[in-house]
């Protein structure tokens, strides 16, 4: 039991963390180029661009803050389960960083919605005119990339059961 609260504990610090830069950078970008012009870091590639969205990916669904709102809390309590019963083995580490990065991602997502109506995205890859995103944006895309690159390749049948699985032989064995 005292390794899964290190984890979990390690679970709170790191999505702090991530948090705490996802939203630093959204400052940094409302700060310096809400009121400006795009910064370009590379002509015709790449800008830093800022953008306030009210919907979801692409712009879509806007002005639907409270199903945002109500389906990432919702998400939110699923990972944090999850996460809490997750085995300790080592072998599920790689799952466990997965729910680190759509946590913090989620509630970067969230507290601008919360706080501003809004989300502030300001990433803009001009080449391929890619919708423009943020930093909370890249970790739900890691940890959505990583989380199927592992459900195809990594984790086997049976490695599902022991996460979705509300054995209590299981959780006998967790406690040992």
Known sequence: ???????????????IVLLFLDQFTKYLASAH?????PLILIPGIFQLH??????AAFGMMQGMKLWFVIGTILLLGIIIVLYWRSPMESKFKWARL??????????GNLVDRLRLNYVVDF???????????????????????LLILLG????????????FSSD?????????
């Open 1 to 15: 039991m005292r390794k899964k609260r290190n984890s979990f504990a390690i679970f709170i610090c790191s999505t």
């Open 33 to 37: 180029l809400k009121d400006g012009g």
């Open 50 to 55: 800022y953008l306030e969205n009210r919907g």
């Open 98 to 107: 997965t729910m680190i990065f759509l946590t913090a991602g989620a509630l």
């Open 123 to 145: 990433f803009y890859f001009e080449l391929i005119n890619f919708p423009i995103f943020n930093v909370a944006d890249i970790y739900v895309t890691c940890g959505m990339c």
């Open 152 to 163: 195809f390749f990594y984790y086997k049948e049976e490695d599902f059961e022991k996460l």
């Open 168 to 176: 209590k032989k299981h959780n006998e064995e967790e406690k040992i």
